[in-house]
């Protein structure tokens, strides 16, 4: 069982992330971070049961606070509350998908804690690369630093992912680029076309 932590989950990076818990009973949701959206975050507390949600705002924490008292969820707020879920001692996988520089900070703390990082923040490499790039190596954290929008950056990023045994998502997250791809898999179930263990 591997526990995750999720900044930015009531996001579409951050809700595509929990659907992956869901298909895959070997993690665990320990802390989950959100802007502002109480009720889906009430939702996801409800759902996954993490030891500790964060709010950003003090009024969205304690309307939060209010509405899961009867789940034994912390609720903390605000860069604190971030800082909470990087250092956590049950936490292994920091998920970073919060918009802007609000990243910087945990992702940093995360990496001195050791914490294995899924950086979905491009914010947080272009503002603070200086910083993180040497931070992850003297902590031994792995990344893959590549563009991938070059010199068949796609077969290579596809390549790296199965070597890697990263999570691939084969659409954007939008519901019609979600019910292309679903149509484009059932027909090539139809014609019988698969690749290794999945459909291509």
């Known amino acids: 069982m591997k526990n995750i932590g999720i900044l930015g989950s009531t996001g579409s990076i ?22 502002g959206n109480v009720l889906k975050m009430e939702e996801q507390v409800r759902e996954f049961k993490p030891r500790l949600a964060v709010m950003w705002t003090e009024e969205a924490a304690r309307e939060l606070r209010a509405r899961v008292a009867d789940t034994g969820t912390k ?59 040497p931070l992850a190596k003297e902590y031994g954290v792995r990344y893959l630093n590549s563009d991938f929008k070059k010199r068949d950056g796609y077969k290579r990023s596809v390549a790296l992912s199965e070597e890697y045994g990263l999570y691939r998502q084969y659409y954007c997250g939008c519901e019609f ?24």
């Open 75 to 133: 609720v903390a707020q605000g860069m604190e509350g971030l800082l909470e879920i990087a250092v956590r001692e049950d936490l292994e996988v920091l998920v970073t998908a919060v918009v802007g520089m609000i990243g910087i900070k945990p992702t940093i703390a995360a990496i001195e804690a050791g914490k294995t990082i899924a950086l979905a923040n491009k914010e947080t490499l272009v503002t603070a690369g200086h910083l993180i790039m």
């Open 14 to 35: 951050g809700t595509q992330a929990l659907e992956i818990v869901r298909k895959n009973h070997d993690l665990k949701v320990c802390a989950l971070a959100a802007g």
């Open 177 to 200: 680029s979600k019910k292309q791809r679903d149509t484009e898999i059932a027909q090539k179930e139809k014609a019988g076309i698969t690749g290794k263990g999945r459909i291509l």
